[in-house]
């Protein structure tokens, strides 16, 4: 793991951040808890661009960055004292805090009106080699966009996919580019006299006419003569190479938490897995310094979703994409021992015949096996509490958003376009009834007065998802004293089955009520503790699964 050359700056940011032990006591609540915004985003020096080898990757997080069996995987460290994940240059707080409309969740990042507002296009450099081209191009605004073609036999399938999970990931929360799907014509490139092409022979040269001509003939154009692309708006700042998913970037004095240890990116992998990101590794992620070299700072991104739902990007997805990753020994150790009599279901699965669609199932898909192409530290560090906070986000996808956001991808076949909602639906709810039965389904908790007495009221998720029909709900209230943690119970323990617990009355600073959702509860997995400030105008302040 990378050792942290922590500067001065970056241990002022710690204690003003993370710390629970400040000057004047030792405390578990603070006066601005729970924050809402971590200060991630001060000046620093322009950190130096590096580059992530590929191979190394796989190799390190196959083998060396895998947790241990005697490591004890310790809680989320960068959020709040409500377990939520705070603002920062990782993430933004979207779907996770309120239900975005239709209309946000199909504009997704993108800032601009019209894709096509500012053709002709002037084409700058151009990529040749492998299996699809790509063009780097400049509007007449003079915004610069990275396009990206489908791979020959399966028009749509990776400019749909990605502008699908493009829109996806950034409701979930995260930077990502502005993705646009537009439909390139032979007429809208004009060739730039600075233009450049490598060609077969290794020569950097000036791109022709003819050479257009020729890219063209490879790739998908349909009966209207347009070609489906994917133009990505090139991201502002200066780039610094990808971000990996342990450890700290040293050159960065705000990057403070270690990433194996960040809740948004342990919880990624459910999202991951619901849209078959299988491609979720370092190389497909991007600092990008933002603000003038010694005042700005790093921001983080994700990027390149064309490995997404049934795209390869280059290719329909394999099928053991999702299912096995690059290297495991142990499949490949049975295959061996039974001279190969014990085979993978995952290469018995079969798939409808959609080339827009790729290779997605809902049917054969278990969320809890679902594998990236090799380990991500982050995410194998996942824990119940981790899987809930990215549950509760997916549970707020009704079908109808799911649907429209599938249509931004303009699928020509609607029997396609539905399919991948279906499929996309039935892999959601299979998620959902995997993980909320993991921790304590109680949410959305909120103060609400009948009369002059104030009540703690929340939602139960398993019965708002129809998981669950009723729950009785055991509870117990504590006065607490924030400067020892010590807790002194105020009554018995009491039941009820509604979602909404009376608040003893008293003049007692920090309150705390255990919460056991007694129906649907294994053990101790169920049990909540909530944490409210004030008695007279009470404010929940923490929350603990």
């Given at each position: ?5 922590a ?51 796989l ?14 995987v310790?809680e ?9 994940v705070?603002?920062s240059?990782?993430?933004t707080?979207r779907?996770?805090k ?9 504009r ?32 007449a ?9 489908d791979?020959p036999?399966n028009p749509?399938m990776s ?9 996806f ?8 580019p ?11 490139l004009?060739?730039?006299p ?13 791109v ?31 780039p ?12 960065d ?43 700005g700072y790093v921001?983080?991104?994700l ?22 990753y ?23 699965v079969?798939?409808p ?11 054969f898909?278990?969320?809890e ?5 090799y ?13 809930f ?9 009704t079908?109808?958003m ?9 699928l020509?076949?609607?029997?396609a ?8 639906i039935k ?10 039965p ?21 939602v ?16 117990e ?12 119970n ?15 009355p ?10 056991h ?6 053990g ?22």
């Open positions: 793991m990378e050792l942290r050359r500067s001065i700056g970056a241990l002022l940011i710690t204690v003003i951040f993370s710390a629970s032990f400040l000057a004047g006591g030792q405390v578990k609540f603070r006066a601005d808890d729970p924050l809402k915004d971590d200060p991630d985003r001060n000046p620093v020096p322009l950190p130096q661009e590096r580059e992530l080898s590929q191979i190394y990757d190799v390190e997080n196959t083998w060396i960055m895998r947790p241990q069996k005697e490591e004890e310790p989320a460290q960068n959020i709040d004292t409500l377990g939520e705070p603002d240059s990782w993430y707080n779907m996770s309120r239900v975005m409309s239709i209309e946000e969740l199909v997704g990042p993108d800032q601009l009106s019209e894709s096509d507002e500012y053709r002709p296009w002037t084409l700058i450099s151009v990529k040749t080699q492998g299996v699809t081209p790509g063009f780097t191009v400049r509007n605004r003079g915004d610069v966009f990275f396009v990206k073609f791979p036999g749509q400019t749909s996919g990605e502008v699908i999970a493009t829109k990931f950034h409701a979930f929360g995260y930077n990502v502005e993705n646009y799907l537009t439909f390139l014509q032979y007429k809208d004009e060739i730039s600075d233009a450049r092409l490598t060609d077969e022979n290794g020569i950097v040269r000036p022709g006419q003819k050479d257009l001509e020729k890219i063209f003939e490879r790739i998908y154009q349909g009966p209207d003569g347009k070609t489906p692309t994917v133009a990505s708006l090139r991201i502002s700042g200066i610094l190479g990808p971000f990996r998913y342990y450890g700290t970037r040293p050159d004095p705000n990057d403070i938490f270690p990433h194996e240890h960040r809740r948004e990116l342990r919880g990624l992998r459910l999202f991951a897995a619901w849209l078959n990101h299988d491609d979720s590794r370092s190389i497909n992620s991007l600092d990008m310094y933002q603000g003038e070299p010694g005042a921001k983080h991104y990027i390149d979703f064309g490995s997404c739902l049934g795209s390869g990007s280059i290719k329909v997805q394999s099928r053991r994409a999702g299912n096995e690059m290297i495991e020994f142990m499949p490949i150790f049975k295959a061996g021992i039974s001279l190969g009599i014990w085979d993978r279901a995952w290469r018995h079969k798939y015949d959609y080339p827009s669609i790729g290779r997605f199932e809902g049917d898909f278990q969320p096996r679902w594998r990236p192409e380990p991500n530290p982050a995410f194998e560090r996942m824990q119940p509490v981790d899987a906070w990215a549950v509760r986000i997916i549970l707020r996808f079908d109808e799911v649907r429209a956001i599938v249509k931004t991808g303009e020509s076949n609607p029997e376009e539905d399919y991948l909602a279906r499929t996309l892999r959601r709810d299979k998620i959902i009834r995997h993980y909320l993991q921790t304590s389904p109680l949410d959305e908790f909120g103060v609400v007065s009948d009369s002059d007495t104030p009540s703690l009221s929340f139960n998720l398993m019965l708002s998802s129809g998981m669950a029909e009723s729950d009785l709900y055991e509870y209230w504590f006065q607490y004293d924030n400067s020892t943690g010590t807790l002194t105020l009554a018995e323990t009491s039941a009820t089955d509604q979602t909404r617990i009376p608040i003893p008293g003049n007692r600073e920090y309150l705390m009520v255990r919460i959702s007694n129906r649907i509860s294994e101790d997995k169920h049990k909540i503790d909530v944490y409210l400030r004030n008695q007279a105008n009470p404010q929940i302040v923490g929350i603990e699964r």
